[in-house]
């Protein structure tokens, strides 16, 4: 297995498992299939290529070969006063690679690498509660409960999901 961080060749491949974390866990992820597979691949570059607005921002992915198994993605804040929080979205592991510790890797490397950034203090995420296992990883990695987020998410079959926002101090 290897980590890097996505790069614009990488744009389809993300699409693709972005659509598949979309429709296995809609009480996770905020898109539907159908929206990220409208996306062109210049748009999906755009969740992780530094721009202006976000220039430390950058998609961790773990490949076994060339597919890719797992993803977790980083966004620093830009404004002045927000620059020493960032934020983790989009952790999951593709079921058939499940149980090999890919999403402790990919947030130990978040992290890692969080740390070295200069004037960064916070990192934060937001997690469904009904992601049991997710809650208890960013648990164990020092995450801890900053508050809910009631009906975060309104499913197309009319369910409510609620969040738990959580974070770590770096």
């Not at 296995?24 to 755009?46: I, K, L």
Request: charged residues 30%; glycine residues 8%.
């Amino acid at each position: 297995m290897n980590i890097r961080k996505l790069t614009a060749d990488d744009a389809a491949a993300f699409r693709e498992i972005r659509v598949e974390m979309c429709g296995t866990h809609p009480e996770a992820f905020a898109q539907t299939p159908g929206e990220v597979a409208e996306m062109s691949e210049d748009q999906c570059r755009e969740w992780w290529a530094p721009s202006d607005a976000f220039p430390e921002k950058f998609v961790l992915a773990a490949f076994e070969g060339e597919r890719i198994v797992g993803t977790a993605a980083f966004r620093r804040e830009e404004m002045l006063k927000e620059r020493h929080r960032a934020f983790v979205w989009s952790v999951y592991v593709r079921s058939d690679a499940r149980g090999k510790g890919i999403s402790k890797l990919l947030m130990k490397q978040i992290i890692d690498e969080a740390r070295l950034m200069e004037g960064l203090e916070i990192l934060s995420l937001a997690v469904s509660l009904t992601q049991t296992g997710a809650r208890t990883l960013y648990t164990s990695l020092g995450f801890f409960t900053t508050g809910l987020i009631l009906h975060g998410y309104k499913l197309p079959d009319g369910r409510y999901i609620d969040h738990e926002e959580m974070m770590l101090w770096l």
